[in-house]
């Protein structure tokens, strides 16, 4: 089992930042790719960002590329999500997940083996 614990959200303003963090314990932490998910209000579960087990590599979704950026320090088993340029539309609970298949699996909500409970992020205009 991986425990996972988001923190760090909060109100900000339009073109503001923020930072989240996920906190992970239990198994090693770096046997897993990391994901960032989002869920708006009555909208469905999406993918934002990934970063393989090393850090190496990272991707993202087109809606945040340039604006977001995912990190990782093994060493503390936490992962980051530094959002910059922040708009009324990235207003969600951002969840991070952890995954130990493939990158095939790294963007799909249904590939991650666990999940934290989210943390409330909302943009105002």
């Known amino acids: 089992q991986v425990q996972l614990a988001e923190s760090g959200g909060g109100l900000v303003q339009d073109g503001g930042s923020l930072r989240l963090s996920c906190a992970a314990s239990?198994?090693?932490?770096?046997?897993?790719?990391m994901g960032w998910f989002r869920q708006a209000p009555g909208k469905e579960r999406e993918y934002v960002a990934a970063i393989n087990r090393s850090g190496g590599s990272t991707y993202y979704a087109d809606s945040v590329k340039g604006r977001f950026t995912i990190s990782r320090d093994n060493a503390k088993n936490t992962v980051y999500l530094q959002m910059n340029s922040l708009k009324p539309e990235d207003t969600a609970v951002y969840y991070c997940?952890?995954?130990?298949?493939?990158?095939?699996?790294?963007?799909?909500?249904?590939?991650?083996?666990?999940w934290g409970k989210g943390a409330l992020v909302t943009v105002s205009s």
């Open positions: 239990g198994r090693t932490f770096s046997n897993y790719a």
């Open positions: 997940a952890a995954t130990s298949r493939g990158l095939y699996y790294y963007t799909k909500a249904d590939g991650m083996d666990y």
